[in-house]
């Protein structure tokens, strides 16, 4: 196998968070400081505003929301896999798997440019790769159907949306938080979906 070769293979493994990467990252402690920087700079990039007019304050109240977006759904996607569906990994090894799915929202960051920030789309796409990501990381950890892991995440967002919503934590006046508070209807129609699905493998 060439080096090319070696390299494309690698490459879509992280993309597709296929088995053999989430192993190596659920047995690799070492990584997980590169992973909180991750998860803090993406959520951080959700403060940014065009032409920084909002300065330092929601960018670092973002950085904190993302981090606790990050604990709290996968604390509830652990627990579930846990005690449901067999998940021997812990609680740390679910979180370095998932942190790497923020990734993605590191394109926040260029908010911070006028016809960037104000292109509303721009933020929705990341935002969606991101939830694919997370998707197939779920569906490759728990070793579960896809729609199955669709319902699972959409919930376990949902919820930590929710708690961190109640908290007060979501600035509000940026691109990404507008976008954030205006898909909770979208993450409730996908744990609907997740829901018939349950139910149907149930019957």
């Known amino acids: 196998m060439s080096f090319s070769d070696t390299l494309t293979s690698r490459f879509w493994s992280a993309v597709t968070f296929d088995r053999s990467f989430v192993e190596r990252i659920e047995q690799d402690p070492r990584v997980t400081r590169t992973v909180v920087a991750i998860v803090a700079a993406a959520g951080a990039g959700r403060g940014v505003t065009p032409g920084f007019e909002g300065g330092w304050i929601p960018v670092v109240g973002h950085g904190v929301a993302g981090l606790l977006i990050w ?32 990734t993605p929202l590191l394109g926040l960051w260029l908010n911070v440019i006028p016809s960037v920030g104000d292109w509303v789309w721009y933020t929705v796409a990341l935002h969606a790769v991101a939830f694919v990501a997370l998707v197939a990381a779920t569906r490759a950890a728990l070793v579960i159907s896809l729609l199955r892991a669709l319902g699972i995440c959409a919930l376990s967002l949902a919820m930590a949306i929710l708690l961190l919503g109640i908290l007060g934590l979501f600035l509000t006046g940026t691109p990404a938080s507008n976008e954030i508070a205006a898909s909770r209807h979208s993450m409730l129609a996908l744990v609907a979906v997740g829901g018939e699905e349950d139910s149907w493998r149930s019957s």
């Open 71 to 102: 604990l709290v759904c996968t604390g509830l996607i652990w627990n579930l896999a846990h005690r449901i569906l067999g998940y021997s990994e812990g609680f740390a090894q679910l979180t370095r798997v998932f942190g790497y799915t923020a």
